[in-house]
């Protein structure tokens, strides 16, 4: 078994040492040969299911779309989230609803999806707005001083915006306020991603005492307290009506599941931490891609910008009606997320033996579903798979591909992202706001390659070449 974890290593370090000399243009939206190239190995010799072994634990991979189906109609109490990542990544989700299962998280979700719902959703809007204009602002003046076009490297600038949407929507502040515990988040981020890389994320070694690990648990420290006084500050105000006021109540209403201060505050640093991250880092990381693709696509940049000036013609203010006219828009946000999708691997646990597509999977088992290697499959997509074509979805997933169960951009089954609702629409205003005032092209600098972080982003940063209409 520790022969798959060896061979995987060798195969990534070499796919890594080409990656640095990859070109800088974009030829292909397929990553899968670079970043996951045991899993074409395998699923070549083995077939689309197969197992394999971190050292630590047995992983069943599946790329077999009704397999795939059958995940899906598993409760959340046959299939949960995998108890090794749980500890393997509490240092950055914590206790919070993307990691805990059974009841506690039915607790969860009850307590959090009803802020996401479209009606709390329209009251948001005018908040992702105001949280546009520095972005824009900023812009500008670098356009302005440059004599109306220049190099602008967006990532910064699109995380900011993204963090800021949620600090005002979600916590009732703005990203200035939030900003030390955004930037501690991304550390820890990177942080457990390199350590991922050298030992797996079940490795023994994440709990020795090295001085990459004592690193992490300073940064685990500092975003408790910081997030500490968040929430005390916050408990103080009256006529609060957010999220965090909702999580701050919730850590505290029900005794069954939280018996304890201990475990009360774990559910509010918990998700406090979810929804930082997991909120903004993701959306933030879908306009980055979605900018890449329209720049080196033109003719798609051309329609989407016909449709964000429709939209924002003389309004101030965009609204719910409104952002439910874009089809363009919404196209190329679908596609973006299929060739790009920020989370590629969805795991599952079985917490009690279950028959999932005709096997027996015991208790306690792993599988893995890599969304990548389902949304690049031509057998489903057509021989264009790697191609970026948002007209694809020009009458719905269902017509997209076969079977359109494989499309599963903000999850599958029972656990789907709460704040789905929440980043369609940020994306929405963000995409028509920019596209409504400024032309992309690719920059000579861009050098095209993909890393996995957590999360798949441009492993050099995304400069762009930017002019002002």
């Not at 634990?57 to 090794?84: A, C, F, Q, W």
């Not at 969860?108 to 105001?130: C, N, S, T, V, W």
């Not at 500092?222 to 999220?243: C, F, M, P, W």
């Not at 900018?291 to 939209?311: C, D, G, I, N, V």
């Amino acid at each position: 078994m520790l022969r798959n974890l060896l061979k995987k290593k060798k195969m990534l370090k070499n796919m890594s040492n080409k990656r640095t000399h990859m070109v800088k243009k974009q030829d292909t939206n397929s990553y899968l040969s670079t970043l996951f190239p045991h899993f074409l190995l395998w699923r070549k010799t083995y077939g689309p299911v197969f197992l394999y072994s971190t050292g630590a634990v047995d992983i069943l991979h599946v790329s077999d779309p009704d397999m795939v189906k059958d995940i899906g109609h598993r409760t959340p109490s046959e299939l949960g989230k995998p108890n090794y990542l749980k500890r393997s990544r509490k240092a950055l989700f914590g206790g919070g609803i993307l990691t805990v299962n059974g009841d506690e998280w039915a607790y969860h979700r009850k307590i959090l999806a009803p802020e996401f719902f479209m009606e709390k959703i329209k009251g948001m809007i005018q908040l992702i707005e105001d949280a546009t204009v520095p972005l824009l602002e900023s812009w500008e003046g670098i356009l302005d001083a440059a004599g109306g076009s220049s190099e602008i490297v967006v990532d910064d600038y699109l995380r900011n915006l993204s963090a800021d949407v949620i600090a005002r929507a979600c916590f009732g502040s703005t990203f200035a306020k939030g900003k030390e515990i955004f930037c501690k988040l991304r550390q820890l981020q990177k942080a457990i991603s390199q350590q991922d890389a050298l030992v797996g994320p079940s490795a023994v070694w994440k709990h020795m005492p090295t001085k990459a690990n004592r690193e992490i648990a300073k940064l685990v420290e500092e975003v408790r307290v910081l997030i500490q006084a968040v929430t005390k500050e916050h408990s103080s105000y009256k006529g609060n009506d957010d999220l965090l006021l909702a999580i701050i109540n919730g850590g505290a209403s029900d005794e069954r599941i939280y018996k304890g201060t201990a475990e009360a505050e774990e559910f509010i640093i918990g998700n406090c931490k979810n929804i930082y991250f997991a909120g903004h880092e993701t959306t933030a990381l879908t306009a980055i891609w979605c900018l890449m693709l329209l720049a080196t696509h033109p003719e798609w940049q051309k329609r989407a910008r016909a449709e964000a000036l429709e939209l924002c013609q003389g309004r101030m203010r965009l609204d719910v009606d409104i952002l439910q006219r874009p089809k363009i828009l919404t196209m190329v946000i679908q596609e973006t997320l299929r060739l790009y999708h920020p989370a590629s691997l969805m795991m599952r646990e079985a917490l009690m033996d279950a028959k999932v597509g005709g096997l027996d999977i015991p208790r306690g088992t792993i599988i893995q579903v890599a969304r990548s290697m389902l949304y690049l499959d031509k057998d489903v997509w057509g021989l264009d798979a790697s191609e970026f074509r948002p007209d694809r979805f020009a009458n719905g997933v269902a017509a997209a591909c076969k079977p359109a169960h494989v499309y599963m951009p903000f999850g599958h089954g029972p656990r789907t992202c709460i704040g789905q609702n929440l980043a369609m629409t940020e994306l929405k205003v963000l995409l028509a706001r920019l596209l409504s005032r400024f032309a992309f092209a690719p920059s000579p600098r861009y050098h095209h390659a993909p890393v996995s972080r957590l999360t798949i982003e441009p492993g050099f940063g995304m400069p762009l070449l930017v002019t002002r209409l």
